[in-house]
């Protein structure tokens, strides 16, 4: 009886292991959610291959609290929406000489960098607009693609 109790205890706790470790991908319904259509249509508008990872875009900005213009913002600064993207680094991180290895793992990469790191953290949007890239222009560039998607962030409610 002993044995048999050690064994079903061992048995849920191998269970319970392997299903957590499978369960390392965190999925959203944005199926209804209008930022999905707005990103799309942008990306469509323009040709841009970054279509494909509006929803990532989304996954991203909400699980690191991000302006959800943000990251198709820089994305289509920085690679014309994956256009001219390499090594998968379709938000031009570290001046576009990084790599990774899917286009998901960019974009979630330089999400948590932006939320994360003491460089970015707690800092207005013109601030990281200056840290990710110093050049003049370049805060200005960004923002006018941002207000192109929604004048204001909370402009689009979520369903």
Do not use: C
């Not at 291959?49 to 943000?70: N, S």
């Amino acid at each position: 009886m002993k044995r048999r109790f050690i064994s079903a205890i061992l048995g849920l706790l191998v269970a319970t292991t392997a299903t957590s470790t499978t369960q390392t991908v965190e999925t959203s319904d944005y199926s209804k959610d209008p930022r999905l259509l707005i990103i799309k249509e942008f990306f469509d508008s323009t040709g841009s291959p970054a279509t494909g990872y509006a929803e990532e875009f989304l996954l991203a900005a909400d699980r690191h609290r991000l302006d959800w213009r943000l990251l198709p913002s820089l994305a289509m600064i920085e690679s014309g929406g994956g256009k001219t993207a390499r090594n998968n680094n379709i938000l031009g991180w570290n001046n576009g000489r990084a790599s990774f290895p899917s286009p998901y793992a960019g974009i979630h990469y330089v999400a948590s960098r932006l939320a994360q790191s003491k460089l970015y953290r707690g800092k207005d949007l013109q601030h990281i607009l200056t840290i990710y890239n110093p050049h003049p222009g370049y805060p200005r560039r960004v923002q006018r693609i941002m207000r192109r998607l929604a004048p204001e962030p909370d402009q689009v409610l979520r369903y």
